[in-house]
């Protein structure tokens, strides 16, 4: 069998980006350098913000520049494409019609998760771009599962913890955090889905219990099997495609 070849359309932001490939080789199972997945990272940094897109805040569309950047990546021949960042799958459609190779899609595959553990109800914690467009209550009602999301208090809590610390390098205040966390318990919640990238980081970096379904880890284990190699250290995920 040919060795697969991974593409990151990363640069979204680039700190998730580092994380996400230091996910991947650390959680594939390998005896030698050479059992690991060969990987090309595109890091556009200077790619449009997304969210400020969506919102209608900012003309400056991002397509373009992630057409452009995952093309390269389907000219240096990677049979795959992951993107480490939840609000760009709002392009999801747009790239995949325009990109000749699969993109592994982080919505569909962590709420796919959620329906195979038998949570019913899912808290979002995720920028305005992402709850305000329901790219993950759209999926999760497919799978037959409710969504909790903050209120615009503890949404801005949020976005305030996206932009105003994880972005900018600073401390996280964990005291904001699990504000926005009690309150998507109260309502119902089974699980929180940590659905941005920079979220991811807080998961890492603060160990936070399984309580928190991190869906760049999910993206990571499945961007693994994609590959045909074989994940470790997921302790909670099934290693099937």
């Known amino acids: 069998m040919n060795k697969k070849i991974l ?7 680039p700190m998730s980006s580092a994380y996400f490939y230091e996910m991947i080789t650390e959680h594939t199972k390998a005896s030698c350098d050479q059992d690991h997945i060969d990987i090309v990272i595109s890091s556009s940094a200077t790619t449009p913000d997304r969210t400020g897109y969506i919102l ?18 389907v000219d240096f021949g990677c049979d795959y494409i992951a993107i480490p960042c939840n609000t760009a799958h709002y392009f999801y459609n747009e790239l995949q019609e325009k990109v000749s190779v699969p993109i592994i899609n982080i919505i569909i595959e962590t709420v796919r998760y959620c329906a195979s553990i038998g949570v019913k109800n899912i808290g979002i914690m995720a920028t305005d771009g992402t709850v305000k467009t329901e790219t993950y209550q759209r999926v999760a009602k497919e799978f037959g599962i409710e969504c909790s999301l903050p209120s615009p208090e503890n949404q801005k809590r949020v976005m305030d913890i996206i932009y105003g610390s994880v972005k900018q390098g600073k401390p996280v205040d964990m005291h904001e955090f699990n504000k926005v966390s009690a309150e998507l318990r109260k309502m119902g919640a089974d699980k929180i889905i940590l659905g941005c990238t920079e979220l991811s980081v807080i998961k890492k970096k603060y160990n936070l219990d399984s309580y928190y379904i991190d869906a760049l880890e999910v993206l990571a284990w499945r961007s693994i099997l994609y590959c045909g190699k074989e994940p470790i250290g997921f302790e909670d995920f099934n290693n099937e495609l």
Do not use: C, T, Y
């Not at 593409?7 to 932001?13: F, M, Q, S, T, Y």
């Not at 805040?57 to 390269?72: G, I, L, Y």
């Open 7 to 13: 593409g990151i359309l990363g640069g979204l932001g």
């Open 56 to 73: 209608g805040n900012s003309s400056d569309n991002p397509v373009h520049r992630m057409v452009e950047d995952a093309r390269k990546l």
